[in-house]
């Protein structure tokens, strides 16, 4: 997970490193009067400052050992000392926050919430990572909404399903014959450049890595071009008919289509799970499907939002829509709540499938019909 708080541990280092041992031992006498107190039940805010003087001396000498062991991304070690600090003076907050980090590092997300939960509960007020912890805390319990298992487990099956006439169920389509691809004419759209078909292109064929079968067919619309307007228009009608997936790249992407707009006013579908960019909810794609007619999909790329970015990251984030959309078009529509896999429903850097996409999508093509209930396009 992408750190969402600022972590202080630095600065708690310097300011520890500026503590002298004169001052440890000049306080070694009262701070041993206070001993006793740090197990009673806390009443009031805990001290923002980390010192000898509100906690205990060998839990602070932990604290420090931990995180040098942090930085050398001895992470194991690392939470053990910080574990040993809080059975010396089990207040010293800032170890909660140190545990919580490295456990989110390591990816066992449970374990981190924990932590991250202990720490708002022993914190002052005034602790500046409080709004990081919080923000934290919500993105866990989010990737954690469906459990453990589903977040790390060896696939996330369970959480693709569809549903079809009142019922839940699986749907994938029949590999014996390539699916054929249509890109609506996007020539004078605002935005547009012809490499984002060839992105797309490469994004959808990702799957392959997982599916040997799966083929995909593009049906050429140049050839049209020289025909007579009636002609013209009832070939590309032919060729949309035949699709099994539709392509549009609209300047601007509007939910019930732009009756203004030639190419998006040919858009008469079922919305389906939207791919946004979190920082300003742009929509960055949108696969539909025809009610309760699975095997004629429609994917919306707007251009306006990738406008905004670099020619490469551009071609880069086509890619990534396209390898998600044709995830979703290939039966998983649902999302998998671990942001290593291409199919989360966060943003992702790459369009890079992970062992969990690749076990997922070839479970469901190895359903039984006979036990699960399966839609195909046959």
């Not at 001993?35 to 923002?48: A, H, M, N, R």
């Not at 202990?118 to 459990?147: M, V, W």
């Not at 025809?290 to 999909?297: E, F, H, L, T, V």
């Not at 649902?334 to 996409?357: A, T």
Request: hydrophobic fraction near 35%.
């Amino acid at each position: 997970m992408k750190s969402l708080y600022k972590l202080s541990i630095l600065l708690l280092i310097q300011f520890l490193s500026t503590l002298t041992l004169g001052t440890y031992v000049q306080a070694e006498v009262d701070h041993q009067h206070k001993s006793d107190k740090k197990t009673e039940p806390i009443e009031k805010d805990l001290p923002l400052e980390i010192s000898e003087k509100y906690y205990k001396k060998d839990a602070i000498l932990k604290f420090n050992e931990a995180v040098k062991n942090w930085e050398s991304k001895n992470i194991d070690e690392a939470i053990s000392l910080w574990n040993e600090s809080l059975k010396i003076d089990p207040t010293l907050w800032t170890n909660y926050l140190g545990i919580a980090q490295a456990y989110d590092q390591k990816k066992e997300y449970s374990k981190a919430l924990e932590a991250f939960q202990s720490y708002l509960k022993l914190a002052p007020k005034a602790a500046e990572d409080r709004k990081g912890a919080e923000d934290a805390i919500s993105y866990l319990s989010h990737l954690l909404q469906h459990g453990e298992k589903e977040l790390t487990g060896e696939d996330y099956l369970s959480l693709v399903k569809t549903k079809h006439e009142g019922s839940e169920l699986y749907t994938r389509w029949d590999l014996k014959n390539p699916l054929k691809i249509y890109f609506f004419p996007s020539e004078g759209v605002i935005n547009y450049k012809q490499e984002f078909q060839d992105a797309f292109l490469s994004g959808a064929i990702i799957w392959q890595q997982a599916l040997p079968d799966l083929k995909f067919e593009v049906l050429n619309n140049d050839s049209f071009e020289k025909l007579k307007a009636t002609e013209k228009k009832e070939k590309e009608k032919q060729a949309q008919e035949v699709a099994d997936i539709k392509v549009v790249f609209p300047s601007k992407f509007k939910a019930k289509g732009d009756q203004n707009n030639k190419i998006v006013s040919q858009i008469e579908a079922q919305s389906f799970p939207i791919i946004r960019d979190k920082t300003n909810f742009r929509v960055l794609g949108v696969v539909m499907v025809s009610p309760y007619i699975y095997d004629q999909a429609q994917i919306a790329i707007p251009l306006e939002p990738l406008s905004k970015l670099k020619d490469e990251d551009q071609i880069r984030k086509v890619k990534t829509i396209a390898a998600r959309e044709i995830g979703h078009v290939l039966g998983l529509w649902g999302f998998s709540p671990n942001p290593d896999d291409i199919m989360f429903e966060g943003e992702i850097k790459e369009p890079k499938l992970s062992d969990r996409d690749m076990r997922t999508i070839k479970k469901l093509y190895e359903l039984d019909p006979e036990k699960e209930k399966v839609l195909t396009n046959l």
